[in-house]
């Protein structure tokens, strides 16, 4: 297994530990380079960056921007920047303003459906009140008993088509690439195999991804099985991107894996992580 993780969460956003739990996490499992990604805030990067110092385990800056792009929704990972730097930080407020439109938005279509009051248990769930996800809505509705686990929450509810979907505008990917290349980072499309979208579809978006300005794309994801990991993976070298990888981790028991314990790369990908690694 491959010691890099480079897409976790903490509950700055949507995860369940904190920033130094995470770290400290991931350095359990014998992680040698770890990224915090919160979902567009990096609040937490300061404390996860302490912590992995006292591991003895390179850290990483990130963050995980959600971008519009056509019908569908996307996440751009940033890695290795300036978390301070004025573009960034401005952009990012402006995402983290429109979530919580959106979670207003997600409990009124909650109530007309028969489950009132979700928005009020969701917040609850939220250690920081500027980042409420549909993480927070499952975790609610799997306490009042409306789904048995957060799996069935997103077959029943929170997705495209269900009561709690709200339509919403992100970031454009062009903005969310260039406020990660202004403050000194790489943009990396998270998870592409998430993606409701055919290989035509696939195709055009990498080639926009490379166009903006886009370094990397996961291959190795928390979700992502070997045929994924396989696809991805050439496309990477066809394209021309640096690969990722990262679990993708909230909870466990919510995912795939705990930090750190993800699988290696296929033949032929070039890691992005060498630059960090290599610099310590």
Same mark, same amino acid.
């Not at 290795?80 to 930080?89: K, Q, S, T, V, Y």
């Not at 997705?159 to 990660?180: C, F, M, S, T």
């Given at each position: 297994?491959?010691?890099?993780?480079?897409?976790?969460?903490?509950?700055?956003?949507d995860?369940?530990?904190?920033?130094t739990?995470?770290?400290?996490?991931?350095?359990? $499992?014998?992680?040698?380079l770890?990224?915090?990604?919160?979902?567009?805030d990096?609040?937490?990067?300061?404390?996860?960056?302490?912590?992995?110092?006292q591991?003895?385990?390179?850290?990483?800056?990130?963050?995980?921007?959600?971008?519009?792009? /056509?019908?569908?929704t996307?996440?751009?990972?940033?890695?290795?920047?300036?978390?301070?730097h004025?573009?960034?930080?401005?952009g990012?407020?402006?995402?983290?303003?429109? $979530?919580?439109?959106?979670?207003? *938005?997600?409990?009124?279509?909650?109530?007309?459906?028969?489950?009132?009051?979700?928005l009020? /248990?969701?917040?609850?769930?939220?250690?920081?009140?500027?980042?409420?996800? $549909?993480?927070?809505f499952?975790r609610?509705?799997?306490e009042?008993?409306?789904a048995?686990?957060?799996?069935?929450?997103?077959?029943?509810?929170?997705?495209?088509?269900?009561?709690?979907?709200?339509?919403?505008?992100?970031a454009?990917?062009?903005?969310?690439i260039d406020?990660? $290349? *202004?403050?000194?980072?790489?943009?990396?499309l998270?998870?592409?195999?998430?993606?409701?979208m055919g290989?035509?579809?696939?195709?055009?978006?990498?080639?926009?991804?490379?166009?903006l /300005?886009?370094?990397?794309i996961?291959?190795?994801?928390g979700?992502?099985?070997?045929?994924?990991?396989a696809?991805?993976?050439?496309?990477?070298?066809?394209f021309?991107?640096?690969?990722?990888?990262?679990?993708?981790?909230?909870a466990?028991?919510?995912?795939?894996?705990?930090?750190?314990?993800?699988?290696?790369?296929?033949?032929?990908?070039?890691?992005v992580?060498?630059?960090?690694l290599?610099a310590?």
């Amino acid at each position: 297994m491959t010691p890099v993780d480079l897409h976790c969460h903490s509950n700055v956003s949507d995860g369940l530990l904190t920033p130094t739990a995470v770290a400290r996490l991931a350095a359990s $499992r014998g992680c040698r380079l770890f990224a915090l990604t919160d979902h567009d805030d990096v609040r937490g990067l300061a404390a996860a960056a302490d912590e992995a110092q006292q591991q003895g385990m390179r850290f990483v800056s990130g963050v995980e921007i959600s971008v519009s792009w /056509g019908r569908h929704t996307l996440h751009i990972v940033g890695l290795g920047f300036d978390p301070a730097h004025p573009a960034l930080r401005d952009g990012l407020a402006q995402v983290r303003a429109g $979530r919580a439109e959106r979670a207003v *938005a997600m409990g009124e279509s909650l109530a007309r459906a028969g489950i009132p009051d979700v928005l009020e /248990g969701a917040q609850r769930h939220a250690d920081n009140p500027e980042i409420i996800s $549909r993480a927070h809505f499952a975790r609610h509705l799997v306490e009042r008993g409306a789904a048995k686990d957060m799996k069935s929450v997103f077959k029943r509810y929170l997705v495209r088509g269900k009561p709690g979907y709200v339509e919403h505008e992100w970031a454009r990917l062009h903005d969310a690439i260039d406020w990660i $290349r *202004a403050a000194g980072g790489v943009a990396v499309l998270a998870h592409p195999a998430r993606y409701d979208m055919g290989n035509e579809t696939m195709r055009v978006l990498l080639t926009e991804f490379r166009r903006l /300005g886009g370094e990397a794309i996961e291959v190795v994801s928390g979700v992502h099985g070997v045929h994924e990991v396989a696809r991805f993976g050439r496309l990477a070298q066809e394209f021309g991107f640096f690969a990722s990888s990262g679990t993708d981790y909230h909870a466990t028991g919510e995912g795939a894996r705990d930090p750190g314990l993800n699988p290696d790369l296929p033949a032929g990908c070039t890691p992005v992580w060498t630059r960090w690694l290599e610099a310590a």
